[in-house]
């Protein structure tokens, strides 16, 4: 989204008007006007042609401005989606379907609101009384993309989707003799629901009257057959579901202690989340055998479906292939169970929505179980064995401390169950802390909803230019107002920025100015451009890669925080890229990341300007880190993740990946450009373990014990 600076000054003198503000607000074409959508800030016009010379067209609505609904009523959630074209421009006239995501179900995903139309911007609003969790389907000839979204942490959400590969879906459904099977529905999920459906015909062939994102996944289901679940990524290609009568599970159950078979043990069979695949449970017979014919092909995570018994080693899978059978034995102890409460610590009232993490520290080192406070803040977890155990809690209210990272666990308890022990009251009082308020605002007052807001304190004297002690970020909400939390008694710095516009840098603020008077951010429109372009293996082959591009020097002070994840087809787009040279830093998704010397650049970027076509190439050049993960007795752990990240002091950005270890307790990180590394648990605070190795080691980490005071060295 690109505007001149003519138009700049016609849209600044607009907004004097009030009769101008609230009529700009119309121009966010749903299907009806939505409640309050009076305060939803100016869009700046698109380019219809993605040059530098381009002039937007498109004014302000005349219309007569709507009475003011009542604030009282105003649904309080907004969301707002800018549809682009894979070279940067705007998809006018996109249908935007909004979908209800409900967990374990599969026929959840209905149109949750009315379809939305993109207008001339590629723009759509809607406003929502509910947090959801959704996903966001936008769909344009054959081109399509999906995010998810829900407002747990912001009122306001921004999505910008790039439309990619998509295609009207069509194929056949058959039996093992490739015979087709009439009367099976077929469903393409988004992200685990159901967006798209058919049925097949007396022949077996099914066509989808939609076109839909790609990759899809592809779930059948017939009558007298375990579904199907495929992978379609070819557009034009036919799609094939072909029915088997799957695989079976022979599980024998034994008592742990006695070796005596467990009689009417329930067993259960739990698919990978968004797998599209059904859960499977069975009983034990008198000899302690689980039979569970017609299962689909595919990994399940076995679990006990009995508060009483638990599986001795949780988290155990098993795998499950067409037309043949799995055996397995299974020992089972008394099930323990762990409950406590989630609570606001000056009211004592429950905090829903928390999400709580019981993690088995036995010999599986998983997490166990995952349950989710209720409104009364309460949570348990049943079928555990006995062992160690941490419990922590993530996905915190903001103003209880969960604001730096939606996913960082805030609390931690540690315990030990003994077999079969009822261990309730785990507590975890949480206190509100006193917000650093403020608000972001357009030239002219019109109020910034969904801005983020970038608050942190100088590092001082002696630090790198740019470096910062602490630092945080935060969103806007409908109104435009903000709250920091955990602010540092010290001087602070702030900047808001919201797509194409930027607030200058506040501060630094001392303890005392931020209380003298209230903080505003005025947005302003920054000069900016588009960058585009592909990633492609050694091979010259698109892959999936996360991209990052950076103005030369470090030069932060300009804002850029320029990040993708590409998909099959390789592409990333940045809009409003702040002017500048630019070098990029990119990998293959779980591998490493090699620097922008593998690519012709630095890329020049003039204001205004798009540069398309920047290829970027993986070289086998790169350097590799190996090694294993081991608990603190020793043992090997599979499917342990690990953050691994570039250790580059003086510049403002990077290189990042992920790692996890393979069943051996291996991990591999290839393609890495020579330099100092940082490892440390995924997602996790950095505190509890992390270390610095050089790219081309081979390397043991050997995890603290759960006691210990001090990180490893």
């Given at each position: ?10 849209f ?10 609230l009529?700009l607000?119309?121009?966010?074409p749903?299907?009806?006007p939505?409640?309050g959508?009076?305060?939803i ?16 067209d ?5 219309e ?10 105003t649904?309080p959630?907004l ?12 998809a006018?006239?996109?249908?935007i379907h ?9 026929d959840?995903?209905?149109d949750?609101v009315?379809?939305?139309?993109a ?22 000839d054959s081109?399509?993309?999906?995010a998810?979204f829900d ?11 790039v439309l990619?590969?998509a295609a ?25 629901e159901?967006?798209?459906?058919a ?5 077996g062939r099914?066509?989808f ?12 289901e017939?009558e ?20 088997t009568?799957g695989?079976?599970l022979l ?10 078979p ?7 069979l739990?698919?990978?989340?968004n ?10 017979d008198?000899?302690?055998v689980?039979?569970?014919d017609?299962i ?8 006990a479906?009995?508060p009483?018994?638990a599986?001795s080693?949780?988290?155990a899978?098993?795998a ?5 059978t799995?055996?397995?034995e ?10 406590g409460r989630?609570?606001?610590e000056?009211?004592g ?13 036995g010999?599986?080192g ?14 348990e977890?049943?079928s ?30 540690e ?11 785990i ?8 917000p650093?308020?403020?608000?972001v605002?357009?030239t002219g ?13 100088p590092a001082?004297?002696?630090a790198?230019?740019g470096?910062?002690?602490?630092a ?8 435009g107002?903000f709250a920091?939390?955990d ?5 602070l710095?702030?900047?808001a ?11 630094p603020l001392?303890?005392a100015?931020?209380q003298q ?11 900016t451009?588009?960058?585009?372009g ?13 991209v ?16 993708a ?7 990333f ?10 070098e990029?830093?990119y ?7 090699v620097?922008?010397?593998h ?8 204001p205004?300007?798009t ?5 970027l ?28 990240e ?9 290189p990042f ?12 990180v290839?393609?890495?450009?020579e ?19 050089m790219?081309?080691e ?7 014990d ?8």
């Open positions: 989204m690109r505007s001149r600076n003519k138009n700049l000054v016609l600044v003198g607009l907004l004097a008007a009030i009769a101008a503000i009529a607000s119309l121009q966010f749903t299907s009806e939505a409640p959508d009076t305060d800030p100016p869009t700046a016009s698109a380019t219809p042609e993605m040059t530098p010379d381009a002039t937007p498109g004014a302000p609505s005349e007569a401005p709507p009475v003011p609904p009542d604030p009282d009523m649904p959630y969301l707002r989606v800018r549809a682009l074209m894979p070279d940067g421009g705007p006018e006239g996109a249908a909004v979908l209800r995501a409900l967990a374990d179900s599969a959840s995903g209905a949750a009315p379809v939305l139309e207008d001339m911007n590629g723009e759509a609003v809607h406003r929502f009384a509910d947090p959801g969790p959704f996903i966001a389907w936008c769909v344009l081109h399509a993309a999906e998810r407002f747990r942490r912001n009122a306001a959400v921004h999505l910008d989707l990619g590969l009207r879906v069509a194929g056949r459904t058959v039996d093992a003799a490739g015979r087709g099977l009439p009367d099976v529905r077929v469903d393409g999920l988004l992200r685990g159901t967006a798209e459906s049925v097949s015909d007396g022949s099914f066509a009257s939609r076109a839909v994102p790609l990759p899809v996944r592809l779930r059948g017939a007298g057959y375990p579904p199907v679940v495929i992978e379609h990524t070819e557009p034009g290609a036919e799609a094939v579901l072909r029915f009568r695989g079976q599980a024998t159950v034994l008592d742990r202690d006695s070796g005596a467990a009689g009417a043990f329930p067993l259960g739990r698919p990978a989340v797998s599209g695949l059904p859960a499977y449970a069975g009983v034990a008198r000899a302690g689980v039979r569970i017609t689909a092909a595919g990994t399940y995570t076995l679990h479906n009995d009483a018994r599986l080693n949780p988290g899978s098993v499950i292939v067409d037309g043949e799995a055996r397995i299974i020992l089972v102890e008394p099930g323990g169970r762990i409950g989630v609570f606001d000056q009211t009232a429950g905090i829903s929505g928390v999400q709580v993490l019981v993690t088995y520290l010999d599986t998983r997490t166990v179980a995952a349950p989710v406070t209720g409104s009364g803040g309460d949570f977890a049943a555990l064995p006995a062992g160690p155990y941490t419990v922590g809690i993530k996905n915190v209210p903001p103003r209880y401390g969960g604001q730096t990272h939606e996913h960082a666990i805030v609390e931690t308890r315990l030990a169950l003994e077999p079969g022990e009822q261990k309730g009251g507590f975890f009082p949480l206190r509100a802390r006193t650093l308020e403020g608000r605002e357009f007052g019109l109020p910034a909803p969904g801005a983020t807001v970038s608050a942190s304190v001082g004297v002696g790198p230019p470096a910062v002690s602490w945080v970020e935060t969103v806007s909400g409908p109104d107002r920091l939390y602010v540092p008694e010290k001087p710095t702030l900047r920025q919201w797509r194409g516009f930027a607030s200058d840098v506040l501060g001392s303890p100015a931020r008077s209230e903080i505003v951010l005025t947005l302003e429109e920054q000069p451009g588009t960058l585009a592909q990633v492609l293996d050694a091979d010259g082959q698109p892959v999936r890669a996360h990052r591009a950076a103005i030369t020097g470090g030069q932060t002070g300009s804002g850029a925080r320029l990040a994840t590409t998909g099959a087809d390789g592409r787009l940045f809009t409003e890229a702040p002017a500048g040279e630019y990029f830093l990998g293959a998704r779980r591998s490493g990341l620097d922008y010397s690519s012709d650049g630095p890329y020049a970027l003039n205004g300007q540069l398309t076509g920047i290829t190439h993986l070289t086998r050049d790169g350097l590799a880190l190996t090694g294993v993960v081991r608990n603190s007795q020793g043992e090997l752990l599979p499917n342990y993740m690990i953050d691994v570039g250790w580059v002091e003086e510049e403002g950005f990077r990946s992920t790692a996890i270890t393979d069943d051996a307790g291996r991990f591999i290839e393609n890495l450009a330099g100092e590394y940082q490892l440390r648990p995924y997602g996790s605070n950095p505190g509890n373990w992390r270390m610095r190795v790219a081309g081979e390397i043991e980490i050997v995890l603290p759960a006691a210990a005071q001090d990180p490893p060295p």
